[in-house]
């Protein structure tokens, strides 16, 4: 029998692939959700996170929060009970102070293990590569489709 601390992560095949939680919390606002949400769910498998049901969690309800609170946006502005572009702006500030928000959360969750994990000598990859690369594809991704609900959905915080 072999002593374990609770919050100690799980050596796994992907641990090469670990970055610092800071950089898909920067990819949230160089890049987009569409980067970091997945990016924080993968890093947690990569770690072997004790956490990582819940961090995945977080991230699918980031996804279903977002999509919630931009289609209740649509459907206002659609149905016409929003008509001022002053209000649209600011629903769309409140769902992008939302994203970043929860992305924050995610971080924080995710650094309690990450700490650990890297105190214990887990490897730790650069991730310049993949921000930069999300910068330049930000606009190919977003610009996929016209649908409002997707651009919101995947658009970075800035």
């Keep these: 029998m072999t002593y374990q601390i609770a919050d100690e992560p799980h050596e796994t095949s992907l641990a090469a692939y670990v970055v610092h939680p800071n950089a898909p919390l920067l990819a949230a606002m160089v890049a987009g959700a569409w980067l970091s949400w997945p990016w924080f769910a993968f890093n947690a498998i990569a770690m072997g996170s004790p956490t990582k049901k819940r961090e995945i969690g ?7 929060g977002t999509a919630a609170l931009a289609s209740l946006l649509i459907a ?3 149905g016409e009970l929003i008509t001022s572009r002053l209000v649209i702006r600011l ?3 409140a769902i992008v102070a939302f994203k970043l ?3 924050y959360y995610i971080s924080t969750v995710q650094n309690r293990t990450f700490h650990v994990y890297q105190y214990y ?11 930069s690369a999300g910068y330049l594809l ?5 610009g996929y489709s016209d649908d409002p609900l997707w651009v919101i959905i995947v ?3 800035i």
């Design 91 to 93: 629903g769309v500030l």
């Design 58 to 64: 977080l991230c699918l309800g980031a996804f279903a």
């Design 101 to 103: 928000t929860i992305t």
């Design 155 to 157: 658009a970075g915080g």
């Design 121 to 131: 000598g887990g490897a730790v990859r650069a991730a310049g590569a993949i921000l």
């Design 138 to 142: 930000r606009g190919l991704v977003v």
């Design 76 to 78: 206002l502005v659609e």
